[in-house]
């Protein structure tokens, strides 16, 4: 067997070098928590060049997401500063082996949130709330996973881009969501999708970073995790997502 330190340099190389691999799960037996130990490996890696953790995200927290990919837990990655683009700005297809773009909510923390929390003290962390887009790019090839595999890559996690911030008192729990690419609507839900609720995305972020002894810290930004089934990207397009009463938020995608 391969070693969790060698996993994590083998998904570090094929991100940093957008080339697609073979799924670890196919040639180890990798539990899920081995699979976060490489996460967490392979984010030393990133923090080593220079990179700085910025939030969390959240992935597989909607039936649509789930179907789309064929795994039916919700997981969570790390997000750095590296992968932050900026609203209205441009993407890199050659940076990534095979992008999607998926409408999210992203939550700003105000205040620490860990382990087991109400919905009520999750929301009481919360400063703001945002209209978002992730963008991920699986590592394997042909975007096919299984469980430990999409955990042990980052949970996909590759790009994402955040509108403007709003007080957290809009109700939230559902809203209209439209993906938008060249203008033609792709992809229709709300905001339910998310669990029922994106609350429950953070209550269930709280709770998994604290089994690694983490926290939602103040300021780090917290993607609830696809609202739709994802979009494949190619260049020249124009992606917008909008979330009633938040707004949109748009990218350009550049050879
Ligand atoms: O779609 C994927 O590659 C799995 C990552 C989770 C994406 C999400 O639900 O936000
Ligand atoms: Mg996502």
């Known amino acids: 067997m391969t070693s969790l330190d060698e996993l994590a340099v083998i998904v570090d190389d094929a991100a940093r070098n957008a080339t697609a691999i073979p799924q670890l799960s196919l040639t180890q037996a990798i539990t899920v928590d081995e699979a976060y130990a490489v996460q967490t490996l392979s984010m030393a890696r990133r923090r080593a060049r220079g990179e700085h953790r910025v939030g969390v995200k959240m992935g597989l927290t909607s039936r649509t997401k789930m179907i789309q990919v064929g795994v039916d837990e919700v997981i969570w990655g790390r997000l750095t500063d590296a ?6 700005g441009i993407v890199k297809r050659s940076r990534y082996v ?4 998926e409408p999210e909510l992203a939550f700003l923390m105000k205040h620490r949130l860990s382990g087991k929390v109400t ?5 009481a962390a919360v400063e703001a709330i945002a209209p978002a887009i992730e963008i991920i790019d699986s590592r394997y090839a042909d975007f096919k996973f299984a469980l430990p595999d999409v955990v042990a890559d980052n949970a996909s996690s590759s790009g994402f881009v955040v509108g403007e911030w709003h007080a957290r008192d809009i109700a939230f729990d559902n809203l209209g969501v439209v993906l938008e690419i060249d203008g033609r609507v792709k992809q229709v839900a709300s905001t339910a999708a998310i669990l029922g609720h994106p609350l429950r995305s953070l209550v269930a972020a709280a709770e998994m970073v604290s089994r690694v002894g983490e926290a939602l810290e103040p300021g780090a930004i917290v993607m609830a995790g696809g609202i739709t089934a994802a979009e494949p990207l190619a260049p020249g397009m124009h992606v917008r997502a909008s979330i009633e009463r938040l707004g949109r938020v748009n990218f350009t995608v550049e050879a």
Do not use: C, K
């Open 98 to 101: 095979h992008p999607r773009a």
């Open 119 to 123: 919905p009520v003290e999750a929301l």
């Open 83 to 88: 992968m932050r683009v900026d609203e209205g």
